[in-house]
């Protein structure tokens, strides 16, 4: 006759339940302090609350796509469940002000209580001391969390695909588009990679740490990089500590990098990030006065990292609908650029609405004041006639993302295919305000693939900047030249002794 076993033999019979790992954890303490929250305030008065407030906009994408540097996203945490406390110092506005200076692209908060020693005041302290935008590090689970961010100045989220079903993932994303937030969804295998780009994450990141283990293993992002969607954005994420480091998984696809505990346990983080970048520059190339879809995509198949559209008069000018046309068409990594001369601030930006442009490069008599009310909504960079504008160019300093340093006509542009003493570039680079962030200094006028490498050494400039110089005919770009010019530019610039940190 069978009988059932005894309850104590079945108990031991059965698998032992698996421990919680340290994420169980987190996500466990994450849903409680969650349900005091909405306690406290409401989802519907949350919400109206976001909708409400006047937050200006940062795009936290659009700023990981400006290649001039390599983008990184520095991280403000105070401890980790791997490393426990890495910093007593905790000034947040002082740390975030140093990353900014240093040349970070964003910033990330952890604002996690019980393991990170975060806070969500963390986050609003962070965006309130710079101009970048700022993701929020956490354990998001609801979309509570999503307006919770949105409320306190974050311009976008972490949501772990991990943690999160596909519904909900799913939810997340569109949530954080109703916000205004950018999500950036963290993967750690090919099938989350993949639930990440069904839930429409624009934005993906790889953790080479497994959250379970905590291990960190720079070959999960070798091997997941190359598997992300062509049109999404990839973020490698830990175990990133020198440039030979950023180009590995820049090889491995990826266009932009997290990076925190080095940082944080350096002595200066400013100054941490500040020799990682110095280490892995790359000129910034841009190909200059395109009128045709060919010409644009020949230039990024040749190695430019930007390219120019003029919107002014010129042999070279073309129409928003002309670069509207193919300019999706287009690598999203290489900068699109817009040439104004005489155009209403209200007219640039249409154009650069209409034709997503990274950066509004502003010749002749605009005002610094007009400056400063463009870079609101577009970067702005500043044409400067050289040698005579550069004193006039340092108000433009505050707000500007970059100066072409050019010889220009009584019209103010330039495309004269005329030179300036370099040297006088090296002097305007020196006499740039050592507050705030690095800035984007090209050199042209007159340049040419032979004499590109002598301009750059003589300058000192971060890029080159070419039209004229490796055309056919005015408008009409000669691949050969344009593929010699970026060649020559990059070998020039990889020769060249890195430029030193800022100083404390």
Known sequence: MLTEPSSAAAACAAPAPAAPTILDTIVQG????????????????????????????????????????????????????SQGQMRSDFEVAALARAYEMAGATALSVLTEEDHFQGKLEYLTQARAATRLPVLRKDF????????????????????????????????????AARAGLTALCEA??????????????????????????????????????????????GVAESGLRSPADLERMARAGFQAFLIGEPFMQAA??????????????????????????????QACAAGANAVGFVFAASPRRVTAEQVRSFAHELPAEVMRVGVFAGSSIAEIRMIANACG????????????????????????????????????????????????????????????????????????????????????????????????AEALRASGAGGADVATGVE???????????????????????????AAPPQP
């Not at 069904?198 to 091997?223: F, K, M, P, Q, S």
């Not at 909504?377 to 500007?400: C, D, E, I, S």
């Open 30 to 81: 994450k849903r409680r302090r969650l349900a005091q929250a909405e306690r406290l305030l409401p989802l519907a008065k949350l919400r109206s609350a976001v909708r409400d407030s006047r937050r200006e906009p940062r795009d936290f994408l659009a700023a990981l796509r400006n290649v001039h540097r390599p983008p990184v996203i520095a991280e403000l945490k105070r401890a980790s469940p």
């Open 140 to 175: 998001i689970v609801s979309p509570y969390q999503v307006w919770e961010a949105a409320a306190a100045g974050a311009d976008a989220v972490l949501l772990i695909a991990a943690i999160l079903d596909d519904a909900k993932l799913a939810q997340l994303v569109r949530t």
């Open 188 to 233: 750690h295998d090919l099938g989350e990679v993949e639930r990440a780009a069904r839930a429409g994450a624009e934005c993906i990141g790889v953790n080479n740490r497994n959250l379970r283990t905590l291990r960190v293993d720079l070959a999960t992002g070798e091997a997941l990089g190359p598997k992300l969607p062509p049109a999404v954005l």
């Open 268 to 297: 200066d983080p400013g100054r941490a990030l500040a020799e990682l970048l110095a280490g892995c520059a790359v000129p910034l190339v841009k190909i200059c006065g395109l009128t045709s879809r060919g010409d644009a995509l």
């Open 357 to 452: 442009l990274h950066a509004a490069q502003l010749h002749g008599d605009y005002t610094p004041e007009e400056g400063r009310q463009l870079a609101a909504h577009v970067p702005v960079w500043r044409a400067v006639p050289m040698p005579q504008g550069a004193k006039a160019a340092l108000a433009w300093a505050p707000f500007t993302e970059g100066f072409v340093l050019d010889t220009a006509g009584p019209d103010g542009l330039g495309g004269r295919g005329m030179t300036f003493d370099w040297k006088a570039a090296h002097a305007f680079l020196e006499s740039l305000p050592a507050a705030g962030p690095p800035k984007t200094v090209l050199v042209a006028g007159g340049l040419t693939p032979q004499n590109v």
């Open 472 to 498: 056919a005919a005015p408008g009409r770009k000669n691949p050969e030249r344009v593929s010699a010019f970026c060649r020559a530019a990059r070998l020039a610039f990889r020769a060249r002794p890195a």
